[in-house]
């Protein structure tokens, strides 16, 4: 949280700075960059300096960036990505009731470049949580470089089976306790007439590919439509392939899912 407290000394010592420019500034980020980890729930620099300040010494007492840290070590240790890792924590907003009432409490994101970002509520119940994003994250990060996935050659297919994978990966890790809210998105005759309905487009690219993984109202397409058909993809390969371990799972290419 080193930046969070460099910026907020910073508001400290001058109250006219701009605070957007201050913010992009000391955490070295676009201002594009900055309306992304708004978009995902973090609480706008431009908030209440009160505010902020106890909701940084919050998360300081939580100690989740150690926490972070320790976990991303074990999961590198154990399963070694060989790329190095690197994470900035930001705060949430807590009256962000997407992430609050969707996600639990944490939102993340995993870059092709290997940085990630957690976005965490400042409360201790959002532990358990935060655990199973972690790994969630790190298995982005594992298959990414297993199979050498770039942004500009990733198609739907790829982008569901990583999710799905993501999901199994958390569930062998950690338990069937920890999985999130993605695997129970559609109901059973909902992922049969999807999963028929998405295939003249598994390998469609780019951002045309968001309406099937997030859901979209005006084409009709379910909330995390392609997070629930990329766990039912990799569960139903697993179900037909019994004992393979994740690792091997982690290095098949998205094809052997179809």
């Known amino acids: 949280m080193k930046h969070m407290e460099q910026y907020l000394n910073n508001i400290n010592r001058n109250q006219d700075d701009n605070r957007t420019e201050l913010f992009c500034n000391v955490f070295e980020v676009s201002s594009e960059r900055l309306k992304f980890l708004l978009f995902l729930g973090m609480i706008d620099p431009k908030y209440d300096d009160d505010v902020l300040n106890i909701k940084l010494h919050k998360m300081k007492?939580?100690?989740f960036e150690s926490y972070i840290?320790?976990?991303l070590e074990r999961l590198e240790n154990k399963y070694q990505s060989n790329k190095i890792i690197t994470f900035e924590l930001f705060i949430l907003d807590d009256?962000?009731?997407?992430?609050?009432?969707?996600?639990g409490g944490v939102s993340?994101?995993?870059?092709?470049s290997g940085e990630m970002c957690f976005i965490v509520d400042t409360i201790e119940q959002v532990k358990p949580v935060l655990k199973s994003v972690i790994?969630?994250?790190f298995h982005h990060h594992l298959r990414i470089q297993r199979l050498n996935i770039t942004e500009e050659n990733e198609t739907l297919l790829d982008r569901m089976v990583m999710e799905g994978m993501a999901e199994h990966f958390v569930k062998v890790?950690?338990?069937e306790g920890y999985l999130g809210p993605?695997?129970?998105?559609?109901?059973?005759?909902?992922?049969e007439?999807?999963?028929s309905k998405v295939k003249s487009h598994l390998f469609d690219k780019g951002t045309t590919t968001d309406a099937f993984m997030f859901g979209c109202q005006e084409q009709k397409i379910p909330f995390w439509c392609g997070y629930a058909l990329g766990y039912f993809l990799v569960a139903r390969y697993i179900a037909t392939h019994p004992g393979l371990s994740i690792k091997t799972l982690t290095a098949l290419p998205s094809s052997e899912f179809i």
């Open 61 to 63: 007492q939580l100690m």
């Open 69 to 71: 840290q320790t976990e």
């Open 95 to 103: 009256h962000d009731k997407f992430v609050m009432d969707k996600l």
């Open 108 to 112: 993340a994101t995993t870059e092709w």
């Open 135 to 137: 790994a969630h994250e």
């Open 173 to 175: 890790e950690l338990g």
């Open 182 to 191: 993605y695997k129970d998105a559609l109901s059973a005759e909902e992922i």
């Open 193 to 195: 007439y999807w999963n």
